[in-house]
């Protein structure tokens, strides 16, 4: 069994930046995928960022290019997502997500990791 469990949500204004971590305990081998999802009041859990076993391969969603930036550091079984320039529709619960394959890809699909967090909360005001 894997445990994950974030930190760093928060309230924020509108173009500001937060910084999530995840911290990975158990049976970790620091060769899963990671990523972050995010979930908004009434809609579906969506893809944020996922980066791959060795993080030389990341995979963002549309929406936040250029302004979320993961990272991950094996040594410290972490994964930390830098949020800059904020929006209101940023505003959702965010969890971690990490697969049990080994050497796994940067996957956009929720259904490919097993183990999650319990959510942080991100809410930006206007």
């Known amino acids: 069994q894997v445990q994950l469990v974030e930190s760093g949500g928060g309230l924020v204004q509108a173009g500001g930046s937060l910084r999530l971590s995840c911290a990975a305990s158990g049976r970790t081998n620091g060769a899963s995928a990671m990523a972050w999802f995010r979930q908004a009041p009434g809609k579906e859990r969506d893809i944020v960022a996922s980066?791959?076993?060795?993080?030389?391969?990341?995979y963002y969603a549309d929406s936040v290019k250029g302004r979320f930036t993961i990272s991950r550091d094996n040594a410290k079984n972490t994964v930390v997502l830098q949020m800059s320039s904020l929006k209101p529709e940023d505003t959702a619960v965010y969890y971690c997500?990490?697969?049990?394959?080994?050497?796994?890809?940067?996957?956009?699909?929720?259904?490919?990791?097993?183990?999650w967090g319990q959510g942080t909360q991100v809410t930006v005001s206007s």
């Open positions: 997500a990490a697969s049990n394959a080994v050497f796994g890809s940067a996957w956009s699909q929720s259904w490919r990791y097993e183990y």
């Open positions: 980066i791959n076993w060795s993080g030389g391969t990341v």
